[in-house]
Each structure stands twice: as C-alpha cells, then as structure tokens.
C-alpha cells in the first residue's frame, strides 16, 4: 500500500505546531507521515489525544508499557501522558488532539 504523501512529519518538533490539521470546536484532527526509521523523543502533551495508524508501523513506549503500531491500532493518551515511538516502516495516522479542558473549582 501506497502512503499518502499530504504530510510528512517534522524531524524538529518546534514546527509541529505548524503543520496542516483541520480545527473544530474543543478539538483538531491532523494527517501524519512518518518516514521509516524516524524516531520520535520521549515527549508528553498538555492535552488529550487519540492516535489511529492507518498504514505502517512501530513501536510506542509509554508509562503503563509498549505498543505495537499497526493498521487498524487506536491508542489514548491521556493529558500529560508521555510517550516516544519509533517507526519502522513508512507510517500514515490520523491524531486528534482535544482542547485541554479548565479546572472548575467546586
């Protein structure tokens, strides 16, 4: 399979915020491409997140143990969840990334 080329993810993360992704209200869904061999550093997000790997694949380390990347694989970070990967093959997935929800006092 053919990867879509819309994409291709950035070897320094202080562009990814600048990549193509579409908004909507309270969350973003954004294309990415990851060339084989590309390994992405340990790193946590101050948001939730949802990855789904359409073609491809890895390995995703995070705190709670290792995940094997593979089509059809969905996988939840919650907020501030660290993680890393490393992409063996040539990799397409769809990441939504919900707006970090405010603290409400009671």
């Not at 950035?10 to 990814?16: K, Q």
């Not at 970070?77 to 009671?106: C, I, R, Y």
């Amino acid at each position: 399979m053919s990867l879509p080329d819309n994409l291709a993810w950035p070897t320094d993360a202080s562009v990814a915020a600048a990549l193509p992704e579409l908004a909507g209200t309270g969350a973003t869904l954004r294309q990415v491409r990851a060339p084989a061999g590309l390994v992405a550093a340990r790193h946590s997000h101050p948001f939730e997140q949802f990855l789904y790997v359409v073609a491809g694949g890895g390995v995703l380390e995070r705190e709670s143990g290792r995940v094997l990347l593979a089509p059809g694989v969905v996988i939840h970070l919650a907020t501030d969840d660290w993680h890393s990967a490393v992409f063996e093959t040539d990799t397409f997935l769809l990441e939504v990334n919900l707006a970090a929800t405010p603290s409400v006092g009671v």
